[in-house]
DNA sequence: GTGTAAAGTGAGTAATCACTCATTATTTGA
DNA sequence: TCAAATAATGAGTGATTACTCACTTTACAC
């Protein structure tokens, strides 16, 4: 069993009802990450977990009524970690720093981002695997997301565009535009070409900069080409 | 049960036997499909999708002998259609079109995806949803990815490149880029906000817009807002 | 109409599963 | 140190599951 990652702080953190995790109880935690990442959650069976753990069966059982509350236990907690960023104490001071840009903005959720997914990989494995199938879950995520993030990023973007520096198109637009880009870019480094040797500093400043001003070659640029 | 639906025109096509399906067998793949998409193949029992489809549960196992190979059946003839757009035959004309943009490029992609995905929306959440699970199924999907769509995506890049019509950045990042907007649209359009009521033509413009010209406001358009 | 092959059935099977609970072990507080 | 509370155990339970197979029904060829 490894030592503690990232993931487990996190979830100690979070911990409602502060008390305290015993070892075994810990244990169990990450024996079921570690499950349900690989193999998902309907086909991971309590008997495996504990033994992963180290534990006796009965044991999740004492610190979790069904499987499920297992699950839940994982998960749950994450979702407002996954909207952290437009939490609204921290998201505020993005809204009024002066001189700031939406690239800025940008920038500065792609590293944050980038940074939670990938201390945090196995437990949003196990999200993005899970949510299509609880209806609660996904239906609590969603509110989230619209409360704390759509409605307060297009705040901003509508801000931006009144500055004139993002192009006049439905804020809602530019919003799955640029969530798609960061979203493909961190899915890329970190899931999908893991084994690919991305300059990571220099993908994000492209991919920011694709973001702000496409990839098609200016006709400025075509310009001082021909020259 | 439903009258068949494209994605059952899809698979018929497909089918490598050359035998006909008989009408048993159609609702055995109907129930299974609708089955496994809604509680994910783990969770789905060869009892319910039998009794969903009208027949006995033996009969499921007359026509494939595993639970694992009626999955199979469902999911590896997508894998090709999903990059269909870049299979030889008919990406060559694309390359080899007189007048063409990658921008016009980039618009049939939409649009032939976004068209397949909706007719096959199902089998495709079935695909997403075990591809984490299938290490077979994963590996063969990225080799195919691999060889028809990222080398050849990646050359056409290259030609559009030296036709001074894109930035000189790796072809990779802009294949990323270009994918994860596409990909972004489809998903909000079809699965995550689908009860939205986007314009479905003026998006597809917006978002190629967006990838070719990005966000941001061009110094000269806001000069033009100065005057 | 008859015989054979193919399709279909559903009761039954062995295995697996989430969970229980009587018992044992450990921890805690006085 | 001791009693009570808490944590842990693992054999057992009832339910569920994928699959089998003897039997029945249907389709097909002559």
Chains 1, 2 share one sequence.
């Not at 503690?4 to 015993?22: A, H, R």
């Not at 009024?96 to 949003?124: G, K, M």
């Not at 759509?150 to 804020?171: D, H, T």
């Amino acid at each position: 069993m490894q030592p503690p990652e990232q993931w487990v702080e996190e979830l100690l953190k979070l911990n409602d009802q502060d008390e305290k995790m015993t070892d075994k109880q810990l244990r169990i935690i990450q024996a079921a990450v570690e499950t349900f990442s690989v193999k998902g959650y309907a086909a991971s069976s309590t008997s495996e977990i504990a033994q992963k753990a180290g534990v006796a069966e009965g044991t999740i059982f004492r610190h979790y009524k069904t499987k499920k509350d297992l699950l839940l236990s994982i998960i749950a907690p994450i979702m407002s970690k996954l909207i952290g960023p437009f939490i609204l104490r921290d998201f505020t001071k993005v809204i009024d720093a002066p001189y700031s840009t939406y690239e800025d903005f940008v920038r500065a959720i792609i590293r944050n981002r980038l940074e939670y997914a990938r201390n945090n990989l196995p437990v949003i494995k196990i999200f993005m695997q899970e949510i299509p199938f609880q209806d609660d879950l996904k239906k609590h995520f969603k509110e989230l997301v619209s409360k704390h993030v759509i409605s307060r990023v297009i705040k901003v973007i509508e801000q931006y565009q009144q500055k004139g520096a993002l192009i006049n198109v439905p804020p809602l637009s530019i919003l799955r535009f640029t969530i798609s880009a960061v979203f493909g870019f961190v899915m890329t480094l970190l899931i999908l070409m893991p084994e690919a040797d991305w300059n990571e500093d220099e993908e994000i400043e492209l991919t920011i900069q694709m973001i702000m001003h496409g990839i098609a070659r200016s006709a400025d640029d075509q310009a001082l080409q021909n020259e």
